[in-house]
């Protein structure tokens, strides 16, 4: 307690306070030395997105409105795993489904890292998907 004239009084002082959260959410990659990515890397998150869709192409196929590119952010924790997982366009869609659940079964992740620390990140990931018109039969000569 403060005191005056040796007899505690009531008292008040301003104590400025900044505080940082080591924790919160990256607001952009570029402040991070090491953006999160996909476990082997670009490559692997290409081939892991192919193998995805096309084993759902029927499911994708049935609707057209499963053309187009959704749009999905999530984000990686400091130990890599992903939450907070929603497409961000095409909601509703086929795709918009198959891309969320995609990003939320995909192994191996690895976090962002910032001043040499793991740190918590957002990302927004891309998928594709173009539906054909056409069906094309290709036969072989008799």
Same mark, same amino acid.
């Given at each position: 307690?403060a005191? !005056?004239? #040796?007899k ?10 900044? +505080?940082?959260?080591?924790? /919160? @959410?990256s607001?952009?990659?570029?402040? +991070?030395?090491?953006?999160?990515? @996909?476990?082997?890397?670009q490559?692997?998150? +290409? &081939? ?5 869709? !096309?084993? *759902?192409?029927? &499911?994708l196929? /049935?609707?057209? *409105?499963n053309s ?5 952010a @999530?984000?990686?924790?400091?130990? #890599?795993?992903?939450?907070?997982? !929603?497409?961000t366009n ?5 795709l918009a489904?198959?891309?969320? $659940?995609m990003?939320?079964?995909a192994? #191996?992740?690895n976090p962002?890292?910032? $001043?040499?620390?793991?740190? *918590?990140s957002?990302?927004i990931?891309?998928?594709?998907c173009?539906? /054909?018109?056409k ?8």
């Open positions: 307690p005191s !005056q004239n #040796g505690t009084v009531a008292s008040y002082r301003l104590q400025p306070v900044t +505080l940082t959260n080591p924790d /919160a @959410f607001k952009s990659s570029q402040d +991070l030395k090491q953006p999160a990515s @996909f476990s082997g890397g490559a692997a998150w +290409l &081939e892991y997105i192919t193998r995805t869709i !096309q084993s *759902n192409s029927n &499911e196929i /049935a609707d057209k *409105n187009g590119t959704c749009k999905v @999530f984000a990686v924790n400091k130990t #890599g795993n992903v939450k907070d997982v !929603q497409a095409m909601k509703g869609t086929q489904e198959l891309a969320v $659940n990003i939320k079964k192994p #191996g992740w962002g890292i910032r $001043n040499g620390y793991t740190v *918590n957002s990302l990931e891309s998928v594709t173009k539906v /054909a018109d069906i094309e039969n290709k036969t072989e000569p008799e």
